[in-house]
């Protein structure tokens, strides 16, 4: 069985800008799901900490995380010195997706890598999953 | 000691060998619990290796009933702690991993709100005009003079001025509410509309640094006439209340400038810095 895709996923703590059930609904479904995944309390100060464990997890292949917007997640890591592998990295944006739609492509096996490439306008940009 | 060279606590929830799953519940509790106390925690399963971090400590937490797995490649200086949470509820756990954050001299989560400026180097020309523009010390230039922000903690909390006046909006703020700051995709319209990039100084009606001055000038010669505090007072919140308007940059940031010259002195500094690295760039 190939790698499976490792789980990040951001509680946003020190924030209100994701919605809390969303939120929570994912950790819920992460916490039972009997998968190993990393929960970290807050991307942003993981970033500015630039703490060793997102590199760790930037070169440890496939991953996906769920956090916010992937542009913002893409340059956290970059701000880390972790840059995220563009094939092989998918964000989930909860701000703006459902729990569900989180929930579904964080188990789904499949890597829809959507890192944005280059100076994206909204033409351009890669769709999030329906 | 700097963010980026504090140690933290690692805690990694074990559900192996010699740890019996939580239930369910107790699980999302005590996960819910330790990331609202600002812990970064591992969930590892059966079969999963336990390893430490490079830089700081790391706390396992397992239903252990007296054996403990064993720690594979453990650095120097690095401390790894067991800890039996049989039979202790969320609150407890979340106090026993503080206690531990507290002996081992760990980062303490939460008395820093992680608000800084996060550059789209994609977007990013380089031009040096957030670096202009700050008055905090928070952007600087690596040793390619390549604009970087530096110091993270000098940012000052909710305020996206900097990326208002980025011309190419490649400053995010990933806790801001809207896009394109928040870290939305850009649009179009973004880029047209003059509006993104609140032109501060024209705010002030020009140069605002001049503005600045010519305020601090009046200001001596109308106190040294008629000492009107009151008046003084009131031309200032006016101006305030429109920058904090057309910027959104928070009162208490506004309030909380220093004076007029020590603001000009600041931005003299930063200006210079600029243009020395915008100098090193042409070479």
Request: proline content about 6%; glycine content about 6%; overall charge neutral.
């Amino acid at each position: 069985m190939p790698d499976a895709p490792r789980i990040l996923y951001c509680h946003c703590q020190y924030a209100q800008v994701v919605p809390p059930e969303v939120k929570e609904a994912v950790l819920k479904k992460l916490s039972d799901s009997g998968v190993a995944f990393d929960a970290v309390a807050d991307l942003c100060e993981m970033s500015a900490r630039q703490d060793p464990s997102l590199k760790r997890l930037a070169d440890g292949g496939p991953v996906k995380i769920a956090a916010c917007f992937p542009r913002a997640v893409k340059w956290l890591f970059h701000t880390a010195k972790a840059d995220l592998p563009f094939d092989t990295a998918e964000v989930l944006n909860m701000r703006v997706q459902s729990a569900e739609e989180v929930c579904a492509a964080l188990f789904n096996g499949e890597v829809n890598a959507n890192l944005p490439k280059g100076k994206v306008t909204a033409t351009d940009a890669p769709k999030a999953p329906a | 000691m700097s963010l980026t060279t504090a140690a933290t606590l690692r805690v990694v929830l074990y559900e192996g060998t010699d740890s019996p799953p939580l239930a369910s519940t107790d699980r999302f509790s005590a996960l819910t619990a330790l990331l609202e106390k600002g812990f970064a925690v591992t969930r590892a399963v059966a079969g999963g290796r336990v390893a430490p971090h490079e830089r700081g400590s790391l706390l396992v937490l397992g239903q252990f009933a007296g054996r403990t797995p064993e720690a594979e490649g453990v650095t120097a200086g690095t401390t790894v702690r067991f800890q039996d949470i049989t039979g202790l509820d969320a609150a407890r756990i979340a106090q026993r991993a503080e206690a531990v954050q507290t002996e081992t001299g760990a980062a303490r989560h939460g008395e820093w709100k992680p608000w800084f400026p996060v550059i789209d180097y994609d977007r990013c020309t380089n031009c040096m005009q957030c670096l202009s523009f700050c008055l905090f010390g928070v952007y600087g230039v690596d040793e390619q003079n390549k604009i970087q922000a530096q110091n993270h903690d000098n940012c000052k909390t909710n305020c996206p001025a900097c990326s208002r006046v980025c011309p190419e909006a490649a400053i995010m703020f990933p806790k801001y509410k809207a896009g394109p700051i928040n870290g939305d995709v850009v649009q179009d319209s973004d880029m047209g509309k003059e509006k993104m990039k609140i032109d501060i100084s024209s705010l002030l009606g020009g140069d605002v640094y001049s503005q600045l001055r010519q305020r601090s000038d009046a200001a001596k010669a109308r106190f040294s006439k008629e000492r009107d505090d009151k008046k003084a007072l009131q031309e200032r919140q006016k101006c305030l209340t429109k920058l904090a308007q057309g910027g959104d940059i928070p009162m208490e940031v506004l309030m909380n400038l220093p004076a007029p010259e020590e603001i000009l002195r600041r931005a003299e500094e930063a200006k210079a810095k600029a243009q020395a690295a915008l100098a090193a760039n042409r070479q």
